[in-house]
């Protein structure tokens, strides 16, 4: 008599009476999938977005002879500058 109010006591819990046990390893493979899902997410989110184009400026088509120009300009004054401090200071 007490066997079978036990066994229809375990038939009435909500799992039937069975003990689920859980894989870890299902869990692992479970989240490393929504890990790889999200970083995709993110890659497409990446690309989607808008960069600015790698097209040269204005400034970057003008001849190579006018910017060449002014270091030469620039070199000349500074040799320049040099030697009137060596003349003043008597270096």
Do not use: C
Not at 30 to 54: G, H, T, Y
């Amino acid at each position: 008599m007490f066997k079978r109010t036990v066994v229809k006591l375990s038939k009435t819990t909500p799992d039937g009476g069975r003990t689920i046990v859980r894989d870890p390893r299902k869990n692992k493979a479970a989240l490393s999938q929504l890990v790889k899902q999200e970083e995709q997410k993110e890659q497409q989110l990446v690309n989607k977005q808008n960069f600015p184009s790698f097209a040269p400026s204005e400034q970057n088509r003008q001849s190579i002879g006018s910017s060449l120009g002014s270091y030469a300009l620039a070199g000349a004054g500074m040799s320049l500058g040099f030697i009137l401090v060596g003349a003043v200071f008597g270096l």
